[in-house]
């Protein structure tokens, strides 16, 4: 497994993401960082997971606005 570094990096959250975000650290009893990368992680591999079934030269976007 590769070396983990890790960087501060300054967001601001809306307040209804940041009341979800509590919610799951403090169910999970995990620190806020913790539950942000381990989403971030997930949607990587679902989106890579996505992007494999998507047919060679068909572009589709994964989010939609």
Not at 12 to 22: A, C, Q, R, T, W
Not at 33 to 41: C, E, K
Not at 42 to 65: C, F, H, M, N, T
């Amino acid at each position: 497994m590769e070396k983990i570094v890790r960087k501060s990096a300054g967001v601001k959250f809306e307040s209804d993401v940041l009341d979800f975000l509590d919610r799951m650290a403090r169910e999970q009893q995990r620190s806020r960082s913790f539950i942000i990368n381990a989403i971030l992680r997930w949607y990587s591999r679902w989106l890579a997971e996505q992007q494999s079934k998507v047919e060679p030269g068909k572009d589709q976007p994964v989010i939609r606005l």
